[in-house]
């Protein structure tokens, strides 16, 4: 499979680029290559080769889960600069 100047100059006319005569062939033949390649990766069988979510096999190291006690409402109110007795006071940020 391969494509031609015309779809190269329809694709960039899409995406609303302007292209030179030399880049527009410049393109063309680095598409051209890429399909070239594409194509030669189906001739592979595939058949029996499991599919993949990332090519090294690697696992997740999580910490375990330790059930702690949080934050009382007077120790998260300690420092900050604007508050009532119990809430945050932070300005207005949603308008009509």
Do not use: C, G, W
């Amino acid at each position: 499979m391969s494509i031609s100047l015309k779809d190269i100059e329809k694709t960039a006319y899409l995406a609303r680029l302007n292209l030179s005569e030399s880049e527009n062939k410049k393109y063309l033949d680095q598409i051209n290559q890429v399909l070239t390649y594409i194509e030669k990766l189906n001739e592979l069988d595939t058949e029996n080769v499991e599919p993949l979510s990332h090519p090294i096999e690697i696992t997740n190291v999580f910490r375990d889960y330790v059930l702690k006690e949080s934050l009382s409402q007077k120790k998260s109110l300690e420092n900050a600069p604007f508050k009532t007795d119990k809430f945050f006071i932070a300005p207005k940020v949603v308008t009509k």
